[in-house]
């Protein structure tokens, strides 16, 4: 083993190579001249030729390996210098994503409370109004009037109190919502701000301990080896690029969401939405055996599923807060969709058994909420397959259209006259259509293709499932006009939802898979609920999935 010489015992060394060699052997006391690259040790004269003269020891001159080894730490020093120069840049972007995504998620929570204190407001304004009608309705036959009117006022004040802590409710789920994903990104600038820290800190201890080992040639050829593994190994981190990705897509994250509204069905909904997040199961409600071959064919409001057997045709809703099933219609109704105008209308189409003359009679139904019937409205036809498909568009309008056919009816619920005739170019409905905020429409136009058309039907894009010929249901968030895409991955012998934008680009692949069950060969369609949920049925229960927010 090499160490300095004793204090007064020193042995006089001639200098090589312009270096002052001051460096001995333990164990002889002579000076260190070699380094053994096998055993990898610096030694001395007598060491190499009693203990390291044979194979496969190879010795080097030791001022060449102090020479090389220093030369290898200089040559690191750049690098590093470089390296840490980049790690302090970090901490500004830092601070700059910080602040953008911080004023962002406040702008967001500014919308949510400005919404809803204008209908908070509303619902005051309509209140007073209604409390001055009383008012003057009660001048007449004051006592009696009177006692009337104070029940009345008293009556309106609990009705519009509820109102009033519905929409705080809703309210305060969103900005709790806001809140969580606030808290998320928060979260998540925090880790990468402590590990873009450390990485500072490791390269300011590298850069020391270079510093102090260069000040010994003996230190320095004893922890060299460490020094440059370990300056090698966070090199190959690259901390740097991984912190700043994160960051970028936290941005990209954020800047994606957006606060949306809008009426589903006569009744108000926002949510904040716009990210892809991730999918998960959060309820699982058996469908009742007696419901054979169950298929989903609408919603009639967030929790009330509307799910029609494919054996006799009767039609059932299920609840899937209470997970109480109740049939609504017997058996041989054939509805193919159902969707609610508003509070108080059921839209219904249907599929026809017989029809004469050059009218669809029967195949789209106005029902009430008890599901008694309203009225039909009728549609010219063509063809002899009389199953038609409808949907109401953002005017409140019907649209309904009949299979195989390339003319889509837009119909006035008021006096249920058509009030425009859309012509589809070189396509046919082959199912469903569905009408976007937009004012464009969904049609279905094959077993395994969904077409987005104008008004004046125009194609404007052709959506497919992930895996091709495959058979696939096509259904819209009406709120966002995002698309969700049910398909059978053969493969994986499992269906899957590809989320779609409504110029059919793929914006995520299978969010959301399961399997089949044995007692249903057929793709049922996914429901886009008014609140952003999803429902799936697997042919024996109804799985409704909820989007979380992840980074």
Not at 212 to 224: K, P
Not at 317 to 329: A, D, R
Not at 371 to 400: C, E, H, K, L, T
């Amino acid at each position: 083993m090499a160490s300095r010489f004793p204090e007064g015992n020193q042995v006089q060394l001639r200098p090589r190579k312009g270096h002052d060699m001051k460096w001995s052997c333990d164990k002889h006391g002579e000076p260190i001249k070699f380094y053994c690259k096998k055993h990898k040790i610096p030694i001395c004269h007598p060491c190499a030729t009693k203990d390291h003269s044979q194979k496969p020891c190879e010795l080097d001159d030791i001022e060449d390996v102090i020479f090389e080894r220093r030369r290898q730490l200089d040559e690191k020093r750049p690098k590093i210098q470089e390296l840490h120069k980049k790690m302090e840049a970090l901490i500004k972007k830092i601070k700059t994503v910080s602040t953008s995504g911080s004023t962002h998620l406040q702008t967001i929570d500014n919308n949510i409370q400005a919404s809803y204190y204008d209908k908070i407001k509303s619902v005051g304004e309509k209140e007073n109004r209604m409390i001055r009608v009383i008012n003057e309705e009660a001048d007449e036959e004051i006592r009696l009037v009177n006692e009337k009117r104070e029940k009345r006022i008293k009556d309106c004040n609990i009705e519009r109190e509820k109102e009033r802590q519905i929409i705080k409710d809703k309210e305060a789920k969103l900005l709790s919502d806001a809140k969580k994903i606030s808290e998320i990104v928060s979260k998540k600038i925090k880790d990468l701000t402590n590990k873009n820290q450390h990485a500072i800190n490791t390269i300011k201890n590298i850069e020391s301990t270079i510093t102090r080992i260069n000040q010994h040639d003996e230190t320095l050829v004893n922890e060299a080896p460490q020094v440059l593994a370990s300056i090698d190994e966070n090199l190959s981190l690259n901390v740097h690029q991984d912190v700043s990705d994160c960051l970028d897509r936290i941005q990209s994250e954020v800047e994606r969401m957006k606060f949306v509204e809008g009426e589903v069905g006569g009744e108000y909904y926002g949510r904040i939405d716009g990210y892809i997040g991730k999918w998960e199961l959060v309820k699982s409600v058996h469908i009742p055996l007696v419901i054979k071959l169950p298929r989903m064919c609408g919603f009639i409001s967030e929790d009330e599923i509307c799910v029609r057997s494919e054996l006799n045709y009767a039609m059932y809703v299920t609840n899937t807060n209470t997970q109480h099933t109740e049939k609504v219609i017997n058996e041989g109704a054939r509805i193919t969709l159902c969707a609610p105008i508003d509070s108080n209308i059921i839209l219904c189409g249907k599929r026809g058994d017989v029809c004469k003359g050059y009218r669809l009679d029967g195949c789209i139904t106005l029902y009430d909420r008890q599901w008694n019937v309203i009225r039909d409205i009728a549609i010219p036809r063509y063809g002899d397959d009389y199953s038609v498909y409808v949907d109401f568009d953002r005017d409140g309008m019907i649209i309904a259209a009949q299979y195989k056919q390339s003319n889509i009816y837009v119909i006035n619920p008021a006096d249920d006259k058509i009030v425009n005739t859309i012509t589809m170019q070189f396509k046919v409905v082959k199912g469903e259509i569905q009408a976007l905020s937009s004012g464009d429409i969904v049609v279905k136009t094959g077993f395994d293709e969904c077409t987005v058309i104008s008004r004046s039907g125009k194609e404007k894009a052709v959506i497919h499932p992930d895996e091709w010929n495959s058979l696939s249901q096509c259904r819209v968030d009406k709120l966002t006009d995002t698309l969700y895409n049910v398909y059978l991955d053969r493969a994986r012998k499992t269906y899957a939802l590809d989320q779609v934008s409504r110029d059919g680009i793929i914006q995520a692949r299978r969010i959301v898979e399961y399997v089949q069950s044995d007692s249903s060969d057929r793709v049922s369609p996914c429901l886009v609920t008014p609140s952003g949920n999803l429902v799936v049925c697997d042919g024996d229960k109804l799985l409704l999935y909820k989007k979380t927010f992840i980074l």
